[in-house]
């Protein structure tokens, strides 16, 4: 049974470990293959060797660690995003074009009909 949950918990580790690494990686990098490629294949090793070499209690702690980061990250980006705006509305705000953008276009343009 023992065997059976440290291998449960190296594979959460991995995986969040994966996560976080790919997300730096994009982050701290500017999308570099390069760095993705090597960086996060180390990191998730080593991270999983030093999970390995502990003693029983620091295991578990070293091993929930990347774990409740990811999770803290969940909960953040679920709160800050919380509601899901449509993707041309999305697409619009990075591209600078609002609401009030439009309508001043629209009003220029209805002024510009009546003076004729």
Sequence with gaps: MEFFLLVL???LV???????C????LRFFNGSKLA???LTPLLVVGWDFLVVIQEQTLRWVLG???IAVVGI???????KYAEDPEPLE????????TMDRKMRRYQKKNQKKSKK
């Design 90 to 97: 999305l697409a619009r705000k990075q591209n600078g074009f």
């Design 73 to 79: 990250l969940f909960l953040y980006a679920r709160k």
């Design 22 to 25: 790919y997300g730096l990686t």
């Design 64 to 66: 929930l660690l990347p």
């Design 9 to 11: 918990l190296l594979t």
């Design 36 to 38: 993705r490629y090597i």
């Design 14 to 20: 991995s995986f969040s470990m994966a996560v976080l």
